[in-house]
């Protein structure tokens, strides 16, 4: 059992930037993948970013965020991080990590990130 817990959601303006972290439970250098998607109140949850470890590992990020969005890792700690710049009024989402490890996927509780005009 894998449990996932994001931190570092908020308000910000258009413009900023915001860090988000995500904590967890297992070793993160085990999991097939690791990243954070994000879901609008009834819209279907997109993809943003992601780490795999499949053919070698490589990293996605959905066109949208490509060259404002960066995901990175840290082992050591068991996190992995999305940092955020350049945010927009449409980046405002819940934002999800996700994890897949031995074929399950796992889901943490979201983060709210609210960008205003």
């Known amino acids: 059992q894998v449990q996932l817990v994001e931190s570092g959601g908020g308000l910000v303006q258009a413009g900023g930037s915001l860090r988000l972290s995500c904590a967890a439970s297992?070793?993160?250098?085990?999991?097939?993948?690791m990243g954070w998607s994000r879901q609008a109140p009834g819209k279907q949850r997109e993809l943003v970013a992601i780490f795999t470890t499949i053919g070698g590992g490589s990293i996605n990020y959905a066109d949208s965020v490509k060259g404002r969005f960066t995901i990175s890792r840290d082992n050591a700690k068991n996190t992995v991080y999305l940092q955020m710049s350049s945010l927009k009024p449409e980046d405002t989402d819940v934002y999800y990590c996700?994890?897949?490890?031995?074929?399950?996927?796992?889901w943490g509780q979201g983060t709210q990130v609210t960008v205003t005009s």
């Open positions: 297992g070793s993160i250098s085990s999991f097939n993948a």
């Open positions: 996700n994890a897949n490890y031995r074929s399950r996927a796992y």
